[in-house]
């Protein structure tokens, strides 16, 4: 079974505008609602290519009964923790027709203790060889060792991980070797404490992630493409294909769930990280997570060159 991280959910509340004008009345155009949280979005996407996969993490109050009800409208399955006081946070999103994107953000609810607990003895009741993905930032008050945590168990119990996360939370789970981490580039350069921009530069950055126990890394460039380093030694650049980009909310996730998808369909490496990369493009051309079809057809346009060679 694939199991998603998601510790501080939101529900999405996208409003669109011709223009907003700050301290005025300003009436939006259009207006829809989705549930957010990174891995809340491989969740979807891979329930959009076929896979099936259980939500972990909080929620709370009616939003986070309105985040289940869409999660199972999508074909995921649900395990959170359900808190007995607070709220899940509700994200507004505002956007303008000439690109500009606004977002007020909330905190989430509080995370106690003894619900920090609950979800490490979830993640220690899952099974050897399932998979799980860990993504994105954490609220305030969760620990901030909390993936290395988890990563422990996952490594004891011989859980698979994927990490796609910032700085220490990331660099916490790399001596347990998770199977793929997925930076992007402004990430890679704060794990590594250094500004990466060559191709040279950010082969010699996976591979020093690579030493310290990652087996795959997949850094996002956004619309040039990605780098890969695989387990096998190999590097590859791939180059995005080209078309219009309407929202990269959730393309780092669409690639993660991809990889994973491939992955676990026994296809080559660098056909993984080639359908990942076809993936995050589809999610970017797109107002709305991508689909197999349209990952599909972006596949064969994403450029391939073996740096091995």
């Given at each position: 079974?694939?199991?998603?991280?998601?510790?501080?959910?939101s529900?999405?509340?996208?409003?669109?505008?011709?223009?907003?004008t700050?301290?005025?009345?300003?009436?939006?155009?259009?207006?829809?609602?989705?549930?957010g949280?990174?891995g809340?979005n491989?969740?979807i996407v891979?329930?959009?290519i076929?896979?099936?996969?259980?939500?972990?993490g909080?929620?709370?109050?009616?939003v986070?009964q309105e985040?289940?009800?869409?999660l199972?409208?999508?074909?995921?399955?649900?395990?959170?923790?359900?808190?007995?006081?607070?709220c899940?946070?509700?994200?507004?999103?505002?956007?303008?027709?000439?690109?500009?994107?606004?977002?007020?953000?909330?905190?989430g609810?509080?995370?106690?203790?003894?619900?920090?607990q609950?979800?490490?003895?979830?993640?220690n009741?899952?099974?050897?060889?399932?998979?799980?993905?860990?993504?994105?930032?954490?609220?305030?008050?969760?620990?901030?060792?909390?993936?290395?945590q988890?990563a422990?168990?996952a490594?004891?119990?011989?859980?698979?991980?994927?990490?796609?996360?910032?700085?220490?939370l990331?660099?916490?789970?790399?001596?347990?070797?998770?199977?793929?981490?997925?930076p992007?580039?402004?990430?890679?350069?704060?794990?590594?404490?250094?500004?990466?921009?060559?191709?040279?530069?950010?082969v010699?950055g996976?591979?020093?992630?690579?030493?310290?126990?990652?087996?795959?890394?997949?850094?996002?460039?956004?619309?040039?493409g990605?780098?890969?380093?695989?387990?096998?030694?190999?590097?590859?650049r791939f180059?995005?294909?080209?078309?219009?980009?309407?929202?990269?909310?959730?393309?780092?996730?669409?690639?993660?769930?991809?990889?994973?998808?491939?992955?676990l369909?026994?296809?080559?490496?660098?056909?993984?990280?080639r359908?990942?990369?076809?993936?995050?493009?589809?999610?970017?051309?797109?107002?709305?997570?991508p689909?197999?079809d349209?990952?599909?057809?972006?596949?064969?346009?994403?450029?391939?060159?073996?740096?091995s060679k």
């Amino acid at each position: 079974m694939i199991y998603t991280l998601t510790i501080n959910p939101s529900l999405d509340y996208v409003m669109m505008f011709k223009s907003v004008t700050n301290g005025e009345l300003n009436r939006s155009s259009r207006e829809f609602d989705v549930a957010g949280g990174k891995g809340i979005n491989v969740s979807i996407v891979l329930s959009n290519i076929g896979k099936t996969s259980t939500c972990l993490g909080y929620i709370a109050g009616f939003v986070g009964q309105e985040i289940k009800n869409k999660l199972k409208a999508h074909g995921c399955f649900t395990d959170f923790i359900e808190l007995p006081d607070g709220c899940t946070r509700i994200n507004v999103k505002v956007k303008e027709v000439d690109g500009r994107e606004t977002e007020y953000n909330g905190n989430g609810p509080h995370i106690s203790e003894n619900n920090i607990q609950k979800l490490l003895d979830k993640i220690n009741a899952l099974q050897k060889d399932d998979l799980l993905v860990l993504s994105g930032s954490i609220p305030e008050d969760v620990p901030q060792n909390i993936y290395g945590q988890i990563a422990q168990i996952a490594s004891k119990k011989k859980i698979q991980l994927v990490v796609d996360a910032e700085k220490n939370l990331l660099s916490e789970t790399l001596s347990y070797k998770p199977l793929l981490i997925k930076p992007n580039l402004a990430e890679l350069n704060g794990i590594l404490g250094r500004n990466v921009k060559t191709t040279e530069d950010i082969v010699a950055g996976i591979d020093e992630l690579r030493e310290k126990g990652a087996q795959n890394v997949l850094v996002s460039m956004g619309g040039q493409g990605a780098l890969f380093g695989g387990s096998d030694g190999s590097h590859y650049r791939f180059e995005a294909p080209k078309g219009t980009v309407i929202n990269t909310v959730g393309s780092g996730d669409s690639m993660v769930a991809e990889f994973i998808s491939q992955y676990l369909d026994n296809k080559e490496l660098s056909v993984c990280a080639r359908y990942a990369v076809a993936a995050g493009s589809a999610g970017a051309f797109s107002e709305v997570l991508p689909e197999s079809d349209t990952i599909g057809r972006l596949y064969e346009a994403v450029k391939v060159q073996d740096l091995s060679k």
